[in-house]
């Protein structure tokens, strides 16, 4: 059983937390990732923004959403009127999964499992617990389901405010398609103004 669990120190403060979190081996991601991406931003932010894990770029630069998805969020939230300053952002797995054909070949995104994601919920939720947001804006499936439970369907929730308790705690989100998805539609545009009339939803629940 894969689990962040022995790792995570009770008591601390999200300075600690981080910390703690660069020498985390909960599951076996982290011996081909470069480091542990963990959250940034606001450490009392009102809106938490869940993505899936880290990228590429971010997995070289131990900052969440740095990458092209991270541009992408970054124009939405901004023309949704969701203030950056008020945000905190994090992944649901912090380490970088991926394919490499070769060394030195271009590493492909791979989609953590379920096992994956459970091994690195305590994480996520003690992040929860000392951010505290009002809302919790859920980036994506793989977001969704380690937030919510492996029956999420991003497409049948998108869009509208759920009232839930998550790790013991009443939690209101909203949850909406994952940047990196909005990168590789088909109608790219379509697919940013639907991200961005959700992040409008999160923008009005949060007034
Ligand atoms: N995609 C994510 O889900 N998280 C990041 O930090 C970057 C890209
Ligand atoms: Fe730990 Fe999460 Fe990294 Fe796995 S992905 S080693 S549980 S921080």
Redesign the pocket.
């Known amino acids: 059983q894969?689990?962040?669990e022995p790792?995570v120190p009770g008591g601390a403060d999200l300075p600690a937390l981080r910390e703690a979190?660069a020498g985390?081996?909960?599951?076996?991601?982290?011996?081909d990732?470069t480091q542990?991406v963990?959250g940034a931003g606001n450490p009392h932010g009102r809106v938490m923004l869940v993505g899936e894990?880290p990228g590429d770029q971010e997995d070289r630069k131990g900052r969440p959403f740095v990458g092209p998805a991270g541009k992408l969020l970054d124009r939405a939230l901004a023309e949704a009127g969701i203030d950056p300053a008020e945000a905190y952002l994090t992944n649901a797995?912090?380490?970088f999964?991926f394919t490499q054909a070769e060394p030195r070949k271009r590493r492909i995104h791979k989609a953590?499992t379920l096992r994956?994601m459970t091994?690195?919920?305590?994480?996520l939720a003690a992040e929860l617990a000392l951010v505290e947001p009002e809302l919790i804006v859920v980036l994506g499936a793989t977001a969704g389901k380690a937030l919510l439970g492996s029956s999420f369907r991003v497409t049948e929730v998108r869009g509208t405010v759920l009232e839930t308790e998550i790790h013991g705690r009443p939690e209101r989100l909203v949850p909406t398609v994952h940047p990196s998805a909005v990168l590789r539609a088909d109608d790219r545009e379509g697919a940013y103004r639907g991200l961005v009339s959700d992040l409008k939803t999160a923008a009005q629940a949060l007034a």
């Open positions: 894969y689990t962040a790792f979190a985390c081996r909960g599951c076996p991601l982290h011996r990732a542990t963990f894990q797995v912090k380490h999964k953590p994956e091994a690195c919920g305590p994480w």
